[in-house]
């Protein structure tokens, strides 16, 4: 029931090479994954982009404040009066 024959033995060895190769592929392939994104980082950053055009680019993170009426956070430059009778936004 228990015993070793010479096909458990190639079985297994060839069962542990196998696994062992993939997961040294898979290294690989993030490896180059990770490269190539640096690569990108670095190429962004000598055109002085970061990810949109140069000309007319939006900001990445844009302020937000709370409306003093209802508590709403809302954008900084583009406020709007929210509908309460107190808001001191435009609207």
């Known amino acids: 029931m228990f015993g070793f024959s010479i096909q458990k033995i190639l079985f297994t060895v060839a069962a542990i090479a196998i ?27 000598r055109e002085g982009t970061r990810g949109s055009s140069a000309k007319g680019a939006e900001p990445a993170v844009e302020e937000m ?22 808001c001191p936004y435009p609207g």
Do not use: N, T, Y
């Open 19 to 45: 696994i062992w190769w993939g997961f040294k592929w898979l290294g690989r392939v993030q490896a180059q994954k990770k490269e190539l994104a640096r690569e990108k980082a670095r190429r962004m950053k």
């Open 65 to 86: 404040i709370e409306c003093p009426e209802c508590g709403v956070f809302v954008a900084a430059s583009g406020a709007r009066h929210c509908g309460k009778a107190d």
